[in-house]
């Protein structure tokens, strides 16, 4: 059984400019929820997709977006990228309303 | 507003000795609690769980506590072992909302000397 996998690792990149960010969720889970978490601080939720539909949002602005494809894996968009943005970005899957599985991380830089 | 809070940012504990890690929460919607270890360079990975209608749970060496009158969980580890030391998250999540939106803890960073 494949695990929750995420890439890249590392990245860096320029304030404004766009990053995406990729997850391939467990094996049989349908559920992709993305964190964001800040340098000693828990995770954060930014948003979950539910078989290719958002299904519930954190507070967070639009030009944080996302997709998930048929195959369950998914995408973190984030437009315009601030300084306050550098932080480590984890991809959660789950089977429905199941405990939440997370993969190691990318850890966005922004300079 | 922090909904669920993690007070003690680190804890030190004796090899063998039993190491408690606590959390408390503010939201009574929460019906889903659950603890995360992380190492560094790693995410999360789940530990154990509790919903609302239990008081205790138990897995091997884990056993989590939920005091729904106080508002407070606690994960106890008995024997605590080097392997152990790692940062502790407690998350919780809403009435009918299990595998969703899960609210972080701020970490505790548990320390297991030999």
């Known amino acids: 059984e494949t695990g929750v996998t995420q890439s890249p690792t590392h990245l860096i990149k320029t304030r404004g400019q766009q990053v995406t960010l990729r997850c391939s969720s467990q094996s049989g889970h349908n559920t992709v929820s993305w964190y964001q978490q800040a340098l000693g601080q828990g995770p954060q939720f930014i948003f979950q997709y539910y078989r290719e539909e958002e299904n519930g949002r954190g507070n967070f602005p639009p030009r944080f977006s996302g997709l998930q494809f048929p195959n369950y894996s998914s995408e973190l968009n984030v437009n315009a990228l601030e300084l306050d943005d550098s932080a480590l970005y984890l991809c959660?899957?789950?089977?429905?309303?199941?405990?939440?599985?997370f993969g190691p991380g990318t850890r966005l830089t922004v300079t | 507003d922090q909904q669920v809070k993690q007070n003690s940012p680190s804890l030190s504990v004796q090899e063998g000795r039993i190491s408690i890690l606590n959390c408390d929460y503010t939201n009574s919607m929460f019906d889903y609690f659950l603890w995360y270890k992380k190492y560094p360079a790693e995410g999360p990975t789940f530990l154990i769980s509790?919903?609302?209608?239990?008081d205790k749970n138990e897995d091997g060496r884990f056993t989590v506590f939920l005091n729904k009158s106080a508002k407070h969980l606690s994960l106890h580890i008995v024997p605590s072992q080097p392997g152990d030391s790692a940062v502790y998250f407690c998350a919780a999540s809403a009435v009918g909302n299990q595998g969703g939106k899960l609210i972080f803890g701020q970490g505790t960073e548990l320390s297991v000397k030999p």
């Open positions: 959660a899957s789950s089977l429905g309303t199941t405990e939440q599985y």
């Open positions: 509790i919903s609302s209608i239990k």
